[in-house]
């Protein structure tokens, strides 16, 4: 189930993320893609039963595939940070629910988390 759900998801994912950075901008990457990405991980996941975990961790494949194709020179690098950081989310929302157990709270802090990495990762770029 969860292979099923990262295919599914980081399609979602890249329709809604590219939507919102023709809406928003760049701003998107940092502001949008955060929340589009948590929410379509998990919530499915969760509610199907399938392992939340994952599903992070393929749907971060799945973009490290996209990320190596567009990303150059720096494709290899991006791919890993890639999954390196959707396991990271994975983990934290795993473990959020675990500890408080609300999907509400999970998402926000999974959600801070990958804010937090985008902005890391933006200013490193630049």
Known sequence: MAYVLAVLM???????????????????????????????KTVPAFYLGADVLLTHTLFGAIEAGHDWRAGGRN?????????????????????????????????????????AWNVALVRLKG
């Not at 157990?101 to 988390?113: D, M, Y």
């Open 10 to 40: 980081a399609a979602l994912s890249f329709l809604l993320n590219r939507a919102a950075l023709r809406y928003a901008g760049v701003q998107a990457v940092i502001g949008w893609g955060p929340v589009i990405e948590e929410a379509a």
């Open 75 to 115: 494709g290899p690098a991006a791919a890993l940070l890639s999954v390196a950081g959707h396991s990271l989310f994975g983990g934290l929302t795993v473990g959020a629910i675990y500890l408080t157990g609300s999907l509400a709270l999970a998402l926000v802090a999974a959600t801070a988390a990958h804010v």
